[in-house]
């Protein structure tokens, strides 16, 4: 049941359909939503949900891109083939007033490294919509602004916020810190 992909390629619908809802499936229970959740957020019914998880109907491109809207994800996410690159090497920024993206683009996560001088200044690097927020201090210190409240944090320190607005930094000293942002988990 193989049918000609792009380049000569033979495509297993079935297998494909498999692993496309298997990877639907793993991305709705990493998001603690249940079937009826994802439907009511994608406008998808759960029966047909259910029998794309199982790998039984092939969804459109649109509703793809609706449950996949859903999800926080993008439709490469999910289609992306398992043989594609899953390692990526980045750099940090060895340049004060840096900032390098390091996380995968397949990932939900963004994480940025920002190097800075003293007396340096900005806004949160990472995406905060929708999103919790890590961060990390490599080295030095830096003073963040969560909403109204700043913590000033050292070589070493951590600091996890699951709810805010926004949030700006300024450094004291020159330091490197690692940003991550993930999405917020829905009940």
Known sequence: MGNEGGAG????????????????????????????????????SVSYLSAVE????????????????????????????????TIRLSAIPRQPSEAAEVSHPLLTLRAFVVTAATGDEGACPVELADRS???????????????????????????????????????PAASTVMWVSIPRRRN
């Open 133 to 171: 927020l890590f961060l990390y201090v490599v080295s030095g210190a830096v003073t963040v602004r969560i909403d109204d409240t700043d913590y000033t944090l050292d070589t070493g320190d951590a600091l996890d916020v699951t709810e805010l607005q926004e949030a700006s930094w300024r450094s």
């Open 54 to 85: 199982k790998g039984v109907n092939h969804p459109s491109l649109h509703t793809l891109a609706a449950i996949t809207e859903a999800l926080g994800v993008s439709i490469r996410d999910v289609v992306a083939e398992e043989g594609q690159e």
């Open 9 to 44: 390629i033979a495509v297993d619908e079935k297998s494909l359909a498999v692993r496309v809802g298997g990877r639907l499936r793993g991305l709705r229970q990493d998001r603690g939503l249940t079937l009826a959740a994802l439907s009511r957020e994608c406008g998808v």
